[in-house]
């Protein structure tokens, strides 16, 4: 859905209008007509409120309208964002690499059109979803702002020694496993150059609550506490072998809010990477066990509180795809 109030649209600088064009109204909807990917074709928003703004539509785009009055303002955009509605186009989308449709295809495609009245309920209802899930976005990035600006606060302030992080503990890169020895059924996730797991393995070469680095890729410097046994691949760092001065979690928690300094290191550029000796020189402050204890259980049950409102977050979301799936045959 589109809310002028609420979402940002482009403007059209001056001088650039084209000469040839159909205003928007509340209620039409727009398709993208090609994408990489089967799923992203036809992808639809709805024009749900434009307070008076004129509107056009993009390129790439197929803009469409309902002539006929058959439906409700807010009830298109779901319709046309359902699974029955996709698997449609997923069999008329033309082409290898890029996937396109044109306004023809969808002479071949149908969606339901129950009554106006259970029309609207189906929309409101989707929307207070959708407005709900918009909140709980901002929850869980209001709380990542405030670990954040706390960690960095309290590790300002913190008094203690400074070390290199090779003097406290041990820089362990991974073995890299070919693909082909991945499947979603594997036991244990393997963990590479991002912050998502690039896929999972019946055997792992890491214990439980062990912090890794991701050395390559577009994500190298990314942090990540593992509270499981995992595989680490060949594009990731494991810190090991900690010293009995450190707490575990406290040094996950300082160098996540280093993460920005970490991904500095990088060098290259098509396919950057951190090498282990810059990473054995980064600079690490140690405080006392007891103060370092005190940090990290504070910073960790936020982090636990984001992962709840993550986890809520998640549920709507499927709430919502289960809806879709449901409520349009």
């Known amino acids: 859905m ?12 001056d001088g650039n209008v084209p000469r040839n064009y159909e205003l928007c109204k509340e209620g039409d909807i727009v398709f993208a ?45 779901y319709a046309f964002s359902s699974m029955s509605f996709h698997h449609q186009i997923r069999r008329i989308a033309q082409g290898t690499k890029i996937y396109s449709i044109n306004s023809k295809n969808f002479s071949a495609c ?9 029309q609207q309920k189906i929309a409101d209802l989707l929307r207070l979803i959708d407005e709900r899930i918009a909140t709980q976005s901002k929850i869980i990035e209001d709380l990542k702002k405030l670990k954040s600006a706390i960690s960095e606060n309290l590790f300002k302030d913190v008094k203690g020694n400074i070390v290199m992080l090779s003097e406290i503990c041990e820089i362990i890169k991974g073995k890299q496993i070919n693909g082909e020895f991945l499947s979603e059924s594997g036991k244990y996730y393997v963990m590479n150059g991002g912050t998502e797991p690039s896929g999972y393995y019946n055997d792992y070469n890491v214990e439980a609550n062990t912090i890794s680095i991701s050395e390559g890729g577009n994500s190298c410097g990314y942090i990540q506490f593992n509270p499981s046994p995992f595989w680490s691949g060949g594009h990731c760092y494991t810190i090991q072998k900690i010293a009995d001065n450190v707490d575990n979690l406290y040094l996950y928690h300082y160098l996540k809010s280093q993460e ?6 990088r060098i290259g550029s098509g396919l950057p990477n951190i090498q282990k000796k810059d990473l ?17 259980t504070f910073l960790s049950s936020l982090e636990r509180k984001a992962e709840t409102e993550e986890m809520l977050l998640n549920a709507m979301k499927k709430e919502k795809q289960y809806l879709l799936r449901q409520m349009f045959i």
């Open 280 to 296: 054995a020189m980064f600079k690490i402050k140690i405080p006392a066990v007891e103060q370092q204890r005190t940090i990290s």
């Open 33 to 77: 007509d090609a994408s990489e990917d089967t799923n992203e074709v036809a992808k639809a928003v709805e024009y749900y409120n434009l307070n008076g703004k004129k509107v056009v539509c993009g390129l790439h785009t197929i803009h469409g309208r309902d002539n006929k009055n058959k439906t409700v303002v807010g009830y298109k955009g």
């Open 260 to 265: 920005d300094a970490i991904m500095k290191l």
């Open 2 to 13: 589109v809310d002028i109030d609420k979402d940002n649209l482009p403007n059209i600088i």
């Open 110 to 118: 149908y969606v339901g059109i129950p009554s106006k009245d259970e």
